[in-house]
């Protein structure tokens, strides 16, 4: 599951790329109903999640979510930042998937997740990654969430989500450009709350992919 993403040491800088800020505002002039993805209550937890907070219990409670608010007000410097951000790790990519990296079908492991610290890791690791560098330029937690979707190819993939007053923006390792999540052409399934990154919300799909969910989940339905 999820495609191929390398995360290789990089310095955050910022400047635009040529893509202006007018791009990013086009999000005022959509409706509410089509800038934001709806969500439909609680629902199962990637398995590579499962598995990362096992290793990471610090960044999986709801006391690790930024009082910042839910919603970011997308001005120049916060547009900038997001297309730094997912340029500057996509440059820094070279895919491996994880059982080449870390043979894990082997160890009865159907997905990892992780920081790819060690200069390589797909799609998962680089969407984290790009989580925690929005969060160490000031970008509330409580806005960004790991989202789990189906690609073009119906394949589990990975992608980051950022809620701003222009409506939810796609942060994803196939493209440097971010765009409205209705524009990605993706099938929506799950995304981290924003009270809790430990707790997963279901999109509103008619999502009739019963036995791909089933493999992107390791545990029971959570509780509202």
């Not at 890791?121 to 989580?131: E, S, T």
């Not at 990605?184 to 995304?191: A, D, E, P, S």
Request: hydrophobic share 40%; charged share 20%; aromatic share 10%.
């Amino acid at each position: 599951m999820f495609r191929s993403c390398r995360f290789v040491a990089f310095v955050l800088i910022f400047g635009a790329f040529g893509v202006g800020f007018a791009e990013a505002r086009q999000g005022s002039k959509e409706t509410a109903q089509s800038a934001f993805a709806s969500t439909a209550g609680a629902t199962s937890i990637p398995i590579g999640w499962h598995l990362f907070c096992q290793e990471h219990q610090a960044e999986c409670h709801a006391a690790n979510a930024s009082s910042g608010g839910d919603t970011v007000s997308l001005d120049e410097d916060k547009w900038k930042a997001l297309l730094n951000v997912n340029r500057l790790v996509n440059q820094n990519i070279a895919g491996v998937t994880d059982d080449e990296h870390y043979h894990i079908y082997a160890k009865g492991i159907a997905n990892w997740w992780t920081y790819p610290d060690d200069g390589m890791g797909n799609c998962n690791d680089y969407a984290i990654l790009k989580k925690r560098l929005l969060v160490e330029a000031g970008w509330s937690s409580s806005a960004l969430f790991l989202t789990v979707v189906l690609d073009h190819q119906n394949e589990g993939h990975l992608v980051l989500m950022a809620r701003t007053d222009r409506g939810d923006l796609i942060l994803d390792n196939l493209t440097d450009r971010v765009v409205l999540w209705r524009e990605t052409g993706y099938t929506f399934l799950k995304r981290q709350s924003s009270e809790d990154p430990d707790v997963w919300v279901a999109f509103t799909n008619d999502v009739k992919n019963a036995d791909k969910i089933a493999t992107l989940s390791a545990a029971p339905a959570q509780q509202p």
